[in-house]
């Protein structure tokens, strides 16, 4: 089975700071995705990476940033936290032509 | 318009009954199918996958295609407390795609 690790389940920082979101997994995929969710608009890319060091903007990229130096970790970075970035975050991988999987996301609070 | 269009409920129906989730979709291109099933404060997990038009079983589970209509459908029998979850359909034109369309995503509650 595929495991996707979020490193924190709940995380509460406060505006203006500098945020990192981590994300893990053991299966050796090359796809990793960033994405966020929200009530009312579903799951919405805002980066993914197709291999080390590789990324591509999603939909909603603007005040994101990813960092992907190991083929196992694809990091979030959310350069100058605001209130409007308050959302669920998860991270999906993907290996070959199978669908994705899902890790249990990050619920993010940003004060 | 959006791409997926889903329901999002909240669908609440007693135990035992057969419950019917949709999604309408506007690309044609599309040709690979999902639905995957997120209990609250957990991440969503693969319910079924499905290829072009057709029905797809799976124990309880039925996912139904019509390209022709633009339309998927998640059939669950005898639904169970433990099916109460948000159930997002999930499409793609290719498989393997790095970029899918989801639904917004169907809130469902099965009463005992």
């Not at chain 1, 196992?72 to 290996?95: D, V």
């Not at chain 2, 499905?50 to 079983?57: I, L, R, V």
């Not at chain 2, 209509?69 to 499409?91: G, H, V």
Request: glycine share 8%; hydrophobic share 30%; aromatic share 12%.
């Amino acid at each position: 089975d595929v495991k996707v690790t979020q490193s924190s389940r709940y995380l509460v920082k406060r505006t203006g700071e500098k945020v990192f979101l981590e994300c893990v997994q053991d299966m050796d995929h090359e796809n990793m995705f960033w994405y966020r969710q929200d009530p009312g608009l579903g799951l919405r890319l805002i980066y993914f990476s197709y291999d080390v060091k590789m990324k591509e903007k999603g939909d909603i990229p603007e005040g994101y940033s990813v960092s992907r130096e190991k083929k196992e970790r694809f990091s979030l970075i959310l350069e100058s936290a605001s209130t409007n970035q308050t959302s669920m975050y998860l991270c999906a991988t993907l290996r070959g032509n199978q669908p994705q999987h899902f890790g249990d996301g990050t619920r993010l609070s940003i004060l | 318009q959006k791409e997926v269009e889903q329901d999002p409920g909240p669908l609440s129906v007693p135990e035992g009954a057969i419950v019917s989730l949709n999604c309408t979709y506007s690309n044609s291109a599309f040709q690979y199918f999902m639905w995957y099933r997120q209990y609250s404060r957990k991440g969503p997990e693969l319910l079924m996958y499905t290829y072009s038009s057709g029905n797809k079983e799976d124990g309880r589970f039925t996912a139904q295609v019509d390209k022709s209509s633009k339309y998927i459908s998640l059939f669950i029998r005898d639904s169970q407390p433990s099916d109460s979850a948000t159930y997002l359909c999930a499409m793609s034109g290719r498989q393997g795609a790095q970029k899918l369309v989801f639904g917004q995503g169907t809130r469902l509650t099965i009463n005992p």
